[in-house]
């Protein structure tokens, strides 16, 4: 049986040393550990060789590291002195695991017995991985020191061809030389790959030994994908031809190369910022300083050769090897000049693949001559080339882990502080709230104490001995009046709180009305005055706002609510004989309010926490004015609510300025019509409402109350009929769906009992066909389908009033 695939070598021995061949492996396979398949001739029950081939022998050593199949098949007999005749054999070695495999699975189908057979199957089916790179290199030198004694006893030749034989031996130790340093250069690569994830180290050291043991004059790697070259700063203006894109010559399907001549060229390049997939060498290595630098280089002119997917079969594997430019490029003038600028005049290329992506090329030079690439070369170059690809992509993954742990940390980082953050919300929420319940115990337990304690003295004195019942008037008044400002602090305090609450949850909403911007800041400032004088402040007013620019659309009495607690501040916080102006202009379709005071002013850094709940910019147990810290913050709420803006400079003991900007707010139809019905000056009337909804009964007793009339409203359907008698209204609003008594029944009743039956009735009802509408007038004056519009239900009473 012939040895298949590709021999590492093959050569004439004596049987004595192919004896000695097969001993070296049998020992060699003891050093291998546990695993090893050693399997030799004799070990088989059965014969299965070709009659030309009776003697033929062989030895097979299977494992994990190491594989190896060593053949010898008899060639001829020589005499020795003795005249004996040992037999001289044609001895074949390979490592390749194909080649392997392939032997076996062929002596499997030879075989007779079945155990044998069986036995050889189950080692065929196994994994035969390629060697390790130390294992195979320490065998190679064992076997170089073998086959070096083998010269020291030849044969005798008996023919010339077994004279050219032994002549030739000292080209196989050259040859196996190569191969061992061959082996060293792999393992070192592969050691490195191992032992290092800096890849520029990796790739530099690589270069710079491979070209050194292929002896040529340049070697470089060219990547793909990377930044262009007009970036460095050592960019020299021209290209390297590297084969690459529409650059190489191509192979056909059986791998040979295709003639320039049958290539066509392009004759308008792209521009160079418009080329796809561009790149650049990266790392070069020369033999001298001689041979011109092509690291980073730019295009200039594109002498490129049409290939159709070259990069795609480039990514698949494919090598190139040209022995002389100047023949493979004879057709392609342009490409065979810039090559000869670039000293190149032979090259040999393999491809970097990683993860299945072409990342970049492997390619050697050689500059000044000529060079036949033998296959063993190109087999190395893809070697090295497939070890690179392993590290590149160890390098990517280990950047990859980089970022992500960059990325980690970072994350880490920012919950972290969002922690902080958060904790320190909760440590000023917590602060916050304990002062707020400071300030309240402090703000409420001084009115209240007023209260009681005042009210009590009055009891006494009303209850209390003959003589005491002659208290003075003026004292009554004076504790009178204090219980009075006590009740009215008290009320303040708690409507600000429930202010605060209801614009927070949102539910505040604006009660738009027009009103005289005049008459309501002279008003707020009015309410002021008292308290001014008691602190011997002088305050002003500074109105802008001439008389056709007076009405003004907005709450007015969120806007008064705003400007009372504005000017209060200011009042509290300017020290006696201080300043407080109140200046009032428009911009457009804004009204601007602005409050100066001569007062402590606010330092830079308390800034940002004055328009904060419960907060004082003094400490609670210290501080020399009261309040609960809501007015500011409440003032900003309503401000924002109106869609406005509130602004504040201050300096320290010169005093503050807080402006606010509120924008003038839409009147809709309806609140339109209750200010014309709310300019009557007399009461138009009272009406009845016998609504069970709240939601239903509320608006509609606003915009009647506003509109003038008197509103009672009932729920209960089953007593309103005899409150309707005792309160004679001019008309009654009733919801034809009540629970108990329902509007049949209720307008029944009123229909039916003189001191009713000439009040008018409205009905409330869901939207009803047109010939129940009929049946309904029959029994009410008029009705109104929900949902109700205020403006038709004013429209209905006052119609129903005129009648």
Known sequence: MPISGNPRFSRNLRLTMFERLQELLQLWSSTLGEGVVLLTHKELSSTVVAPENQ?????????????????????????????????????????EPDAIASFLTQLAHQLENASDTLKLISITQASIQPNDAATQGEFTLALLELLSSEESNPPLAQNSTDSTVYACQPLVEEALRHQVEQERLLHQVTTQIRQSLELPVILKTAVEQ?????????????????????EKSDSKGFSIDLDVEEKILPTDSIGKEIAPSAITTESSPLPL?????????????????????????????????????????????????????????????????????????AKL?????????????????????????????????????EHLTVAIYQAQLYAQLQQQKTTLEQRVIERTQELRDTLQAAQAASRAKSEFLAAMSHELRTPLTCVIGMSATLLRWSFGQEGE???????????????????????????????????????????????????????????????????????????????ESDRFCADQRRVRQILF?????????????????????????????????????????????????????????HRSYEGTGLGLALTKQLVELHGGRIEVESVVNEGSVFTVWLPTQPISSTTSAKATLKNNSKPQGSI????????????????????????????????????????????????????????????????????????????????????????????????????????????????????
Request: hydrophobic share 40%.
């Open 55 to 95: 003697a033929q022998r062989f030895t097979v050593v299977v494992s994990k590291k190491f594989s190896v199949l060593l053949l010898g098949t008899p060639q001829s007999k020589l005499l020795n002195g003795n005249g004996a005749t040992p037999t001289l054999y044609q001895v074949g070695l390979t490592f």
């Open 210 to 230: 491979v070209r050194h043991f292929l002896q040529v004059d340049r070697l470089v790697i060219y990547q793909f994908d990377f930044p262009p070259p007009e």
């Open 273 to 345: 910022a418009s080329k796809p997939n561009w790149g650049c060498v990266t790392y070069e290595a020369r033999a001298s300083d001689s041979i011109l630098s092509v690291l980073n280089l730019v295009e200039e002119q594109d002498c490129s050769i049409h290939v159709p997917n070259c990069r795609e079969r480039y990514r698949q594997g494919l090598t190139v090897a040209i022995d002389d430019v100047e023949s493979a490029y004879a057709a392609s003038p342009c490409l065979l000049n810039m090559l000869q600028q670039m000293q190149v005049r």
């Open 349 to 385: 290329i393999a491809p970097i693949v990683v993860q299945n992506n072409l990342w970049g090329l492997l390619i050697a030079h050689q500059c000044f001559e000529p060079r036949h690439w033998q296959d063993s070369e190109r087999m190395f170059l893809k070697q090295i080339a």
């Open 469 to 547: 019942r002659t208290v003075p008037v003026v004292k009554q008044r004076r504790y009178l009046q204090t219980i009075q400002e006590s009740g009215e602090h008290l009320l303040e305090l708690i409507n600000d709180i429930l202010d605060l609450s209801q614009v927070e949850a949102g539910k505040a909403v604006l009660n738009i009305s027009e009103f005289s911007l005049s008459k309501l800041t002279h008003q707020t400032l009015g309410a002021l005055q008292e308290k001014a004088l008691l602190r011997d402040l002088n305050l002003e007013m500074d109105f802008r706002v001439k008389l």
């Open 565 to 621: 607690n504005l000017l209060g501040n200011a009042v509290k916080f300017t020290p006696e004989g201080g300043q407080v102006t109140l200046r009032v202009w428009r911009e457009n379709n804004l009204a601007v309010f602005q409050v100066e005071d001569t007062g402590i002013g606010i330092a830079d850094d308390q800034l940002p926490l004055l328009f904060q709940k419960f907060q004082q910019l003094e400490s609670v147990y």
């Open 688 to 803: 009845v409402l016998v609504e069970n909804h709240e939601e239903t009964a509320t608006p509609i007793c606003e915009a009647l109350t506003t509109a003038g009339y008197q509103v009672v409203w009932l729920i209960d359907g089953s007593t309103a009929i005899d409150q309707i008698k005792l309160l004679q209204p001019r008309a009654v609003i009733v919801d034809w769906q009540l629970p108990g008594v329902d509007g049949y029944e209720m307008v029944y009743s009123l229909r039916n009992s003189p001191t009713t039956q000439q009040i008018k009735i409205l009905a409330l009802t869901t939207p009803i066909p047109t010939d129940q509408e009929y049946e309904l007038r029959s029994e009410v004056d008029d009705y109104l389908p929900k949902p109700i519009e205020t403006v038709q239900l004013l429209d209905k009473i006052t119609a129903l009033m005129e009648n």
